[in-house]
């Protein structure tokens, strides 16, 4: 069964512009979640889907946003970027069901210059 | 509320010597728990869950944790740390109830001295 899969793996971006995200999740899982990692706020939720709905949502500002797509493949977008968005974003999938673990992605790492 | 705290943000060990990784939650309904690791720039892997089967749960390269409901802990452990052992390990509650929310607790750092 292939793992979760998250491109592009490494990105370059400068101040202002925006930037989209992609996340495969493991054939059959319904819920996609999102996460920024930084060394100075360590992991934080952004937000989950789960049959095209978002379901859950964590403190960003409104230019981090995403959909999910009826194949369950999700992508989050950030609009207007800034240093502090120079992270490594990681994407989790599961069942989305009770008692079951997210699988996460190899992650793709964002730098804002 | 859910809430997850990692007593401590940086744990060193000897090779061959007891790892305790410490996680204490608080949650308002039945939940799972999970242990993650993550090895530099990689993603997490999963090391165990607990989901209110039996309360001490093996994982994956002998690592093990105790569900402890009246202390509201789940502790990780492994009898003989290895250098690759080294890594940041992330206690996780899951509320399986209302809407599945998960809270990652801060992360502890592995260091394993040879």
């Known amino acids: 069964k292939a793992g979760v899969t998250q491109t592009p793996r490494y990105l370059i971006k400068t101040r202002g512009q925006q930037v989209t995200l992609s996340c495969s999740p493991i054939s059959g899982h319904r819920s996609v979640s999102w996460y920024q990692q930084t060394p100075g706020q360590g992991l934080q939720f952004l937000f989950e889907y789960f049959s095209e709905t978002q379901r859950n949502k964590g403190n960003f500002p409104g230019r981090f946003s995403g959909r999910q797509f009826s194949n369950s493949r999700s992508e989050m977008n950030v609009s207007t970027l800034e240093l502090g968005d120079s992270a490594l974003y990681l994407c989790a999938s599961s069942p989305g069901r009770p008692n079951t673990e997210a699988f996460f992605g190899q992650g793709t790492r964002l730098t804002v210059v | 509320a859910q809430s997850v705290t990692q007593l401590d943000s940086h744990v060193s060990v000897s090779e061959g010597t007891p790892v305790l990784l410490r996680c204490n939650y608080s949650?308002?309904?039945?939940?799972?728990l999970f242990w993650y690791v993550q090895h530099p720039n990689k993603g997490l892997q999963l090391l165990l869950k607990y989901t209110s089967a039996a309360t001490l749960v093996k994982g994956i390269n002998g690592f093990e944790a105790e569900f402890k409901k009246s202390e509201t802990s789940f502790h990780l452990t492994k009898p003989s740390a290895h250098m690759s052992d080294a890594a940041e390990y992330f206690c996780v509650v899951k509320d399986n109830a209302g809407g599945f929310k998960t809270i990652f607790g801060a992360g502890t750092r592995l260091f394993v001295k040879a």
């Open positions: 949650s308002s309904y039945s939940p799972s």
